[in-house]
Every structure is written in structure tokens, then in C-alpha cells.
């Protein structure tokens, strides 16, 4: 059974920066996709940003130029830096993994991870 254990988050100034590790543990395939969903009170769960195993990565056009994905497929980890934080990056963060490199869609995640708060507020 594969589990995805998350790090990282918290209280953060506006303008600040946050790294976020999520690191994936049991019998991992080869092909997959990871990354993370945030979802703020009220509203839809949104893609942040994923990295195919391959090193393909994605991005929300809200989080493009201050947002860079990683990981390491050695440790099965996937990494998340976000600069330049604002209060509407204020969410809980989940950490997904997608078997395969299909299109991204909460349905079609496979395992989360339990998620992790983020607030950026002063």
C-alpha cells in the first residue's frame, strides 16, 4: 500500500517563501505523476503544480514564476518551493500521486497524502 507522507507548511508572511516535501513510501511504478492540490475554504480543490516521473512539470498560471516543483525519484519525493507568497495561497495542501501521465483531475488521483496547512497572513 503506498502512503505519502507531507512536510513542511505553516504561518508565513506575505512576500515569504515555503518549501513543501512529500515522500512516498510502499510499491511505487515507475510511471507516475506527483504534485499538489490546494483546496481554501469554500471553494474547489485546484491543481498547484505536478512533475511527471519523466521531469515534465505543470503549473497553475496563479503560482507560474514563483512556484518551482522537484523530486527526487531515487527517494520517491516530489518538492514544492512557492516564493512570494500572498494570502490567497492560504490553503490546505495535499500531496497527490497519479499512476501513468494522463491528464490531471482529482478523480483520477490514486493516493493523497493527509494534507498540510498553509497561511500567509501578517
Known amino acids: 500500500q503506498v502512503q505519502l507522507v507531507e512536510s513542511g507548511g505553516g504561518l508565513v508572511q506575505p512576500g515569504g517563501s515555503l518549501r513543501l516535501s512529500c515522500a512516498a513510501s510502499g510499491m511505487i511504478f515507475r510511471i507516475n505523476t506527483m504534485g499538489w492540490y490546494r483546496q481554501a475554504p469554500g471553494a474547489q480543490r485546484e491543481l498547484v503544480a505536478a512533475?511527471?516521473?519523466?521531469?515534465?512539470?505543470i503549473y497553475a498560471d496563479s503560482v507560474k514564476g514563483r512556484t518551482t516543483i522537484s523530486r527526487d525519484n531515487a527517494k520517491n519525493t516530489v518538492y514544492l518551493e512557492m516564493n512570494t507568497l500572498k494570502p490567497e495561497d492560504t490553503a490546505v495542501y495535499h500531496c497527490?500521486?497519479?499512476?501513468?501521465?494522463?491528464?490531471?483531475?482529482?478523480?483520477?488521483?490514486?493516493?493523497w497524502g493527509q494534507g498540510t496547512q498553509v497561511t500567509v497572513s501578517s
Open positions: 497527490f500521486l497519479q499512476w501513468g501521465s494522463n491528464g490531471l483531475n482529482p478523480n483520477r488521483v490514486d493516493v
Open positions: 512533475i511527471r516521473s519523466g521531469g515534465i512539470t
